[in-house]
């Protein structure tokens, strides 16, 4: 659309033929009306709004709509600004919940069609294996027919270190079908039956297994962390299996472990780990509370995403927590959060449906 040139005083009669219009249209009109900048002082009222509040124009220009407001209204007016806030944040949670099952449903198909071609190596790498070490006759026989012997064929192997390195390619698919399994956990729900659990128990037991987990004793001082208990007064049952949980929260101290001693200039002069178990109306609440270095908004966004990991290349999958968060969110219709700041450690929180 084109629009018309106009001059200067063109423009100011236009301005003020909108203004007449404005004016009246907001006196006139049959609805309470005020103009404000933000939520500060009321700078023009209409008639309408005067009558609402019972007041003259003069004694309601220059206060803000608070100071009309009686408390009983403000506290509801505050609650609703509650649930609202709330009602956001239970989105952001469905959206990410949403986002969650779509990138689990991905990997779980990346890994059936990784999983068939994965087997088929790893049998032929033990197959080659077994016919290069094994002092079976077939294997001394073709050592005969290529006109020489089964043991100058394994010292040859063991020279030029064959052997070790087709045992370290199974080694590698052997860890790699670990990752499959992982993956298709993301899509299927244990059939197994899932029974009523004394969290406080699990927790001990995990903690024991933590202690003498190999990986956390090799790659970080376990024993060096303090522990500390805060458990709630009349805590009910968890349904939940319980060795699905356990894995959940070994994952969770790995992780812990990692974020305090990977880091040594933020290492604190105590690294200390809180579990924290309470309840509440229909679940049981577990809290894993670290404090180390903390992670920033980003991070704490994807931490769950599968294949997602703050670690250098060939240490780890990134799989970890994105499979604990699918073992509670869609294996035991639970829930599962990470809170978190830069400099101010991180609280995984766990809630499972009371048995």
Do not use: W
């Amino acid at each position: 659309m084109d629009i018309p040139d106009l001059d200067k005083e063109e423009l100011q009669d236009a301005l003020a033929e909108s203004e007449k219009k404005f004016r009246l249209a907001f006196d006139s009109s049959a609805v309470g009306k005020s103009l404000s900048f933000a939520s500060g002082p009321f700078f023009r009222v209409n008639p309408k709004m005067c009558e609402i509040l019972g007041y003259s124009s003069d004694e309601i220009i220059g206060k803000r709509a608070i100071d009309f407001t009686h408390p009983d209204d403000l506290e509801l007016s505050k609650h609703n600004v509650r649930a609202l806030m709330a009602g956001k944040k239970a989105e952001e949670m469905i959206i990410h919940s949403e986002k969650m099952m779509s990138i689990g449903g991905l990997a779980a198909g990346m890994a059936h069609e990784i999983n068939n071609p994965l087997a088929g190596i790893l049998q032929n790498l033990q197959v080659v294996i077994n016919r290069l070490t094994k002092d079976i006759p077939v294997n001394e026989e073709a050592a005969r027919k290529a006109g020489t012997d089964f043991a100058a064929i394994k010292a040859f192997m063991e020279d030029r270190k064959i052997v070790k390195q087709l045992e370290s390619a199974y080694d590698a698919g052997t860890r790699a079908t670990a990752i499959v399994r992982n993956m298709l956990s993301f899509v299927h729900k244990s059939a197994s039956r899932k029974l009523p659990c004394n969290l406080l128990d699990v927790l001990d037991k995990t903690l024991e297994l933590a202690y003498s987990d190999y990986d956390l004793k090799k790659e970080y001082d376990f024993k060096k962390i303090k522990i500390s208990k805060r458990y709630g007064a009349d805590i009910p049952k968890a349904l939940c299996e319980e060795s699905k949980i356990q894995q959940v929260i070994l994952n969770i101290l790995k992780n812990a472990a990692q974020a305090l001693y990977d880091n040594p200039e933020a290492l604190p002069e105590r690294p200390e780990l809180v579990f924290t178990l309470t309840s509440e109306p229909g679940y049981v609440v577990l809290s894993i509370a670290d404090n180390g270095p903390g992670m920033d908004a980003q991070t704490q966004k994807r931490i769950f995403e599968p294949f997602f990991t703050t670690k250098p290349p060939g240490q780890g999958t990134g799989l970890g927590l994105s499979v604990s968060y699918f073992i509670i969110v869609e294996d035991h219709n639970g829930k599962m959060t990470v809170d978190s700041a830069p400099g101010q450690g991180t609280i995984f929180t766990i809630k499972l449906l009371c048995g």
